[in-house]
């Protein structure tokens, strides 16, 4: 009762209580909270060719309800509510099977193909237009508290399957090969593979296409090949050494 009454005697801390609601409205409702859903429902269509109209994908694309799950809760979660970002991002896994932090910040066109298994923890980053399969991991180590999860650049490519553990910095248009597991950072434009993952090559000029990731060379295999032509080298000298010694016993004799 004495509030209302201070509120009718302060007519300006009514207007500054309705204007405070008014910038959070407006804000959930502009172009800064839709531009990013816009966008990660446009990529869409450009990187799955069986996306065949947009009725399938707002409704049969699990990536994309996680995403719009998501950023409800990280708005919530930035203006600090509580309880209700991590019941959404709960109920988005429930729904999905895809689990991101409410804490995590994803940039805009980020689309998560096919998804299930896919977890992004609390201090993760992931920049604009990156490509992430199922599976995936970018998560921390240990119990240290502050930035413990990676930060990825724009325009990534993250394979099926493939793990970054730690407060990384993986740079813009790499691309992590299904199964690896990152563990050091990674510069821009490099290409990553393997248990600890490995750069394998860099190409600042590369325009493969995301959706060419498989496309990767295969380095247990070159290093089996070259381990293999050497034990045939080592074979025929063998040989060369045992011809020598049969001649040079017949010679004697």
Not at 12 to 36: C, M, R, W, Y
Request: proline residues 4%.
């Amino acid at each position: 009762m004495q509030q209302s009454l201070d509120n009718i005697k302060n007519p300006q801390t009514i207007k500054t209580q309705d204007s405070a609601h008014t910038s959070l409205l407006k804000n959930l409702f502009s172009g800064v909270f839709f531009e990013p859903l816009l966008s990660d429902f446009c990529i869409i269509f450009e990187r799955d060719p069986a996306a065949c109209n947009w009725l399938e994908v707002v409704f049969c694309y699990p990536g994309l309800h996680a995403l719009c799950l998501h950023r409800l809760a990280h708005w919530l979660h930035g203006r600090g509510v509580g309880f209700i970002p991590r019941f959404i991002s709960h109920l988005g896994q429930f729904l999905t099977g895809i689990e991101i932090h409410p804490g995590a910040e994803i940039g805009q066109g980020v689309f998560i193909d096919h998804g299930m298994g896919v977890v992004i923890g609390e201090t993760a980053i992931v920049g604009d237009y990156t490509l992430i399969y199922q599976g995936v991991t970018l998560g921390g180590t240990g119990k240290e508290s502050g930035k413990r999860h990676p930060t990825v650049g724009k325009n990534a490519v993250i394979g099926a399957g493939a793990k970054v553990l730690g407060n990384l910095e993986i740079g813009d248009r790499v691309r992590i090969g299904a199964g690896s597991i990152v563990l050091r950072n990674i510069p821009s434009d490099c290409t990553v593979v393997g248990v600890p993952g490995r750069i394998i090559s860099r190409n600042e000029n590369a325009s493969l296409s995301p959706l060419e990731h498989g496309k990767l060379p295969d380095v247990e295999a070159t290093v089996i090949y070259s381990l293999l032509s050497r034990i045939e080298q080592l074979e025929k000298q063998l040989q060369t050494l045992e011809v020598r010694k049969q001649q040079t016993g017949v010679s004697s004799k």
